[in-house]
């Protein structure tokens, strides 16, 4: 096994990866420390944690890319028949937090099912419309499998409750069916059956009515459903242009409740300003963009759903995450990618960027070969391992 060439190495991404997760155990560590001590007496707890999952995630990102995509279409339904098993599981085992049962608890950490039921989709979805490229227009045949299969698992997400990313997941598998090539009649009827669904889960639950209500209206629910909007828009109002410095927020003293976690964008809006916020939007259109470039010069169909597939769920989540915390979304529990304290979030991320390595190290190989896209027949080497 060697190592991947150097110079066919996307170091551009790489780089702003490595810039998201340094502002990210910043942020992480000034925004955790006051919560920490109070709930564990170390300054450090979630800053040491979240080290060890860079760690990890690192470990996660070399495997991404060092092994060649291939083995996750080979694999791809034993790889999404796990992540249903671990949905369910966390039904039966999971370990209730904040009234949502989302995590396995696994030798003092917790692992988030949720977290790997995105890429399993999307390899899922990627392996599908590959084989299904000329049947793809066909309801049957190309529109509902994948249909059937996403809403098992948003159905399975509900339970825990996870709204967010269910609706993470639906809107993934829209889009990715919308680019391969399905029937614009299938989209609006799905939509048009999925209505009536989202209307009964928002106004039959009353906490999530309160949510929707609190996103019209923060100020009525100050003190309930609309307090982290509220303190949201505090933390990002008193950081103005250019923040009150590391450290030296307030939000983060307890105002708002664990910051580090879905809101530590708020955290960067207090401690750097507008420009911080700013910065990270621009550090994740760049990622946007890398992996856009990735998706067009994918040698394979695989490939280039897979990379597509990957970029939108990187930039849907930044939307929401964004939205939420600007107060311009309702309510969600979705981190924000490299940024937000978090394991299982981490670790999926950084997989997914080595994946993303991955594809465009082996385009940067075709090319070199001076062989068409257009007239080549998919890459299909012997082995899975990415070679120079």
Request: charged share 10%; hydrophobic share 50%.
């Amino acid at each position: 096994m060697t190592l991947p060439c150097k110079n066919k190495f996307d170091l551009f991404l790489l780089g702003i990866v490595i810039c998201l997760l340094s502002l990210g155990i910043t942020q992480v560590f000034s925004a955790s420390t006051t919560y920490a001590f109070e709930k564990t007496g170390d300054n450090f707890f979630f800053f040491n944690k979240q080290l060890i999952w860079m760690g990890l995630g690192s470990v996660a990102l070399f495997i991404g890319y060092y092994f060649h995509y291939q083995w996750m279409e080979t694999y791809s339904f034993a790889i999404l028949g796990v992540a249903i098993a671990l949905l369910i599981a966390v039904l039966i085992i999971g370990h209730e937090i904040n009234y949502a049962t989302r995590w396995i608890r696994i030798a003092g950490f917790t692992l988030q099912p949720s977290e790997l039921a995105k890429p399993a989709l999307i390899i899922y979805l990627a392996t599908y419309l590959r084989k299904k490229s000329n049947n793809i227009s066909v309801f049957k045949t190309g529109f509902l499998p994948p249909f059937v299969i996403c809403g098992i698992m948003v159905l399975l997400l509900l339970k825990q409750p996870d709204l967010g990313i269910s609706i993470i997941l639906a809107t993934t598998t829209v889009v990715m069916l919308f680019v391969a090539g399905t029937k614009l009649i299938y989209i609006f009827g799905l939509v048009l059956v999925a209505i009536p669904g989202a209307y009964l889960a928002i106004v039959e639950t009353p906490w999530r009515m309160k949510r929707f209500l609190a996103f019209l209206n923060p100020e009525a629910y100050q003190t309930g459903a609309g307090y982290q909007t509220i303190q949201s828009r505090l933390a990002i109002g008193s950081g103005e242009l250019f923040g009150t410095g590391l450290g030296s927020g307030r939000q983060q003293l307890g105002y708002l409740p664990e910051i580090h976690n879905d809101f530590i964008l708020a955290s960067i809006g207090e401690n750097l300003g507008f420009l911080g916020i700013v910065s990270v939007f621009v550090l994740f259109m760049l990622l946007i963009w890398r992996g856009i470039k990735a998706t067009l010069a994918a040698p394979d169909m695989f490939s280039s759903y897979l990379a597509f597939g990957i970029t939108f769920l990187f930039g849907f989540q930044v939307f929401f995450n964004g939205g939420v915390v600007l107060g311009v979304l309702p309510s969600k529990g979705l981190t924000l990618p490299f940024i937000s304290y978090g394991g299982s979030s981490l670790m999926i991320s950084m997989f997914l960027i080595g994946v993303l390595l991955n594809i465009g190290h082996t385009s940067r190989l075709y090319l070199n070969k001076k062989t068409s896209l257009s007239g080549a027949t998919p890459l299909r080497p012997k082995a899975i391992f990415v070679r120079s």
